[in-house]
């Protein structure tokens, strides 16, 4: 089945430890993201990549960092730098092009930092 | 970033009763995006919009992208106990960066 998985769901680490959260997609698209939700609260954008060795910061980058090495994947670490690192991680791609720039997301990674 | 206003923030309903809930932007989008997320999971697309005034169904569900590209709405028909969650909008810019609502959460009494 096509898709995007995400690995583990759940994640626990002590304070202090960086920690990097899985996201391969198998729908050959071009773009990929990641995003942190927190309780009650809407997305907000981590790092992007639209390219295979390519990507760009968001909006709370900071402590944060990727890689894109391949067109499936794009891990998400997260450093010790990061201050509040708690918190619900998706990862997303689309597919670039006209009238097909839809974003799909997969199922998250819940982060608890003991 | 963008900011994105989504109204209401929480609905409480009755099984049966039609829903409706908005989103407005400070920036045109070109793209519109309305998805559904259950506690825990990721969030699912449920309509996607592409161009101005375009008004789309996908079963009760109904969303417009309004025609000045700054907003666009979600309505629900006859509602049912299943169409509890969280419900977002997200618009698309000219660099492929989307940008969320803070979601509207929706609750259906049986």
């Given amino acids: 089945d096509g898709g995007i998985t995400q ?5 626990f680490r002590k304070e202090g430890q960086n920690v990097t959260l899985s ?8 773009a990929m993201y990641w995003y942190r ?13 639209q390219i295979v060795n390519d990507f760009q910061k968001g909006d709370i980058a900071e402590g944060y960092s990727v890689s894109r090495e391949k067109k499936e994947s794009f891990p998400l670490t997260v450093t010790s730098a990061q201050k509040n690192p708690t918190a619900f991680y998706l990862c997303a791609s689309t597919a670039r092009g006209w009238h097909t720039d839809t974003q799909y997301f997969g199922p998250g990674t819940r982060l608890t930092v003991l | 970033g ?11 309903i009755q099984e049966g009763e039609d829903v409706s809930m908005n989103c407005t932007s400070s920036s045109i989008f070109n793209t519109w995006l309305w998805y559904k997320q259950d506690p825990g999971e990721g969030p699912v697309l449920l309509i996607a919009l592409y161009k101005a005034g375009e008004l789309t169904s996908n079963g ?18 006859a509602s049912i106990p299943s169409d509890v969650g969280i419900y977002f909008c997200a618009g698309r810019d000219n ?6 609502g803070s979601g509207t959460k929706l609750n259906v009494k049986p």
């Fill in chain 2, 60 to 77: 009760r569900l109904t969303a417009q992208f309004g025609i000045t590209r700054k907003d666009s709405f979600l309505n629900i028909s």
């Fill in chain 2, 2 to 12: 963008q900011q994105l206003n989504q109204s209401p923030q929480s609905m409480f």
């Fill in chain 1, 7 to 11: 690995s583990p769901k759940y994640l």
């Fill in chain 2, 95 to 100: 660099f492929n960066k989307f940008y969320f």
């Fill in chain 1, 37 to 49: 939700q927190d309780p009650g609260q809407g997305l907000r954008l981590i790092y992007y990549s």
């Fill in chain 1, 23 to 30: 996201c391969e997609q198998n729908l050959n698209h071009d």
